[in-house]
């Protein structure tokens, strides 16, 4: 599906990990649409040495950051504009991390150093990458910035933890970076809301599976995939979607809005009970 939607669009694409990363699926997409692009992920996520094949695949130079070192960023975007020789149109922020999370520390029992560094890499690192470019006024007029994130934001999913707050100030800190940069540059902010997706990011969530399983059967769609994510965002990062802005865009099939479906209910009855 090469429409060129992105001819002659360059971006830098955040979390990359493996090809089960929606960045990954997203690099591609945009590839093939005729975007040109930079990889960046954190040191340690390129000392794997998975994104060096997708780098190959699609001709784009890879530049750590750390995204909560601001000298990183600010070398990340000096030299993509120059790999460019000009500005950055998009940007693909898909980055997450829960400390606690991973270290298997209940809601209710947080290490508050930990849920910093939580906020700090999947949330507050938003805005360092938006105020990096727009002190450097790196972003095109039109352009586009997504971040990627999820419905524990507004509804609680106990499992998804200390993730639930960094999603919900994610998406705040789209919103209100989005006034700015909209009145100054026509830069546009979103967040999308993504179905359950098994990445590796994913399944660090306890009960992942049961989870996307729940999803599926709530969601009128089924889940959305990590390549349909992809395409929305080539979608947010064309000319196509040039109005949409500071907002929270959910991609989840359905999910958002089911109070309850016929799925989820045969799975209550008892068999037998019509
Ligand atoms: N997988 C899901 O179910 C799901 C659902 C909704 C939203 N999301 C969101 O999508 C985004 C991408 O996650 P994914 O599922 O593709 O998993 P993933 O594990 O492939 O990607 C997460 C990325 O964050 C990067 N990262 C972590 N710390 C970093 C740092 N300090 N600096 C720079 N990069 C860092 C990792 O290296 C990795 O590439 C995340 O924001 C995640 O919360 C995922």
Not at 131 to 151: C, K, Q
Not at 154 to 171: C, G, I, S, T, W
Request: glycine letters at 8%; charged letters at 20%.
């Amino acid at each position: 599906m090469a429409n060129n939607l992105l001819a002659g669009k360059k971006g830098i694409i955040f979390g990359a990990l493996d090809e089960k990363s929606i960045a990954w699926k997203t690099a591609l997409a945009c590839h093939a649409q005729g975007a040109q692009i930079v990889l960046s992920n954190a040191p340690v996520a390129l000392r794997m040495g998975e994104i060096n094949k997708l780098s190959e695949l699609i001709g784009a130079p890879v530049i750590g950051a750390d995204v909560t070192n601001m000298d990183d960023l600010k070398k990340l975007f000096e030299e993509s504009m120059a790999h460019f020789g000009g500005k950055v149109d998009f940007v693909l922020h898909s980055i997450g991390m829960g400390i606690n999370v991973r270290k298997g520390k209940h809601y209710t029992e947080l290490n508050y150093e930990w849920h910093q560094k939580t906020l700090d890499i999947s949330a507050t690192s938003l805005h360092r990458v938006l105020r990096t470019a727009w002190e450097l006024d790196a972003l095109s007029e039109w352009g586009s910035v997504v971040a990627l994130s999820y419905i524990a934001a507004q509804r609680v999913f106990p499992d998804y933890n200390e993730m639930a707050d960094a999603k919900a100030l994610l998406e705040s800190t789209a919103r209100s970076f989005g006034y700015h940069y909209g009145v100054r540059n026509k830069v546009r902010v979103n967040t999308i809301s993504q179905s359950p997706t098994r990445t590796t990011a994913g399944s660090g969530v306890k009960g992942f599976d049961a989870f996307v399983d729940y999803a599926e059967k709530m969601s009128p769609l089924g889940n959305a995939l990590a390549e349909d994510c992809a395409n929305y965002c080539v979608f947010m990062f064309s000319d196509l979607s040039r109005y949409i802005t500071m907002q929270n865009l959910f991609h989840d099939g359905g999910f958002s809005y089911t109070g309850v479906s016929q799925a989820i209910v045969d799975t209550m009855m008892p068999s037998g009970d019509e």
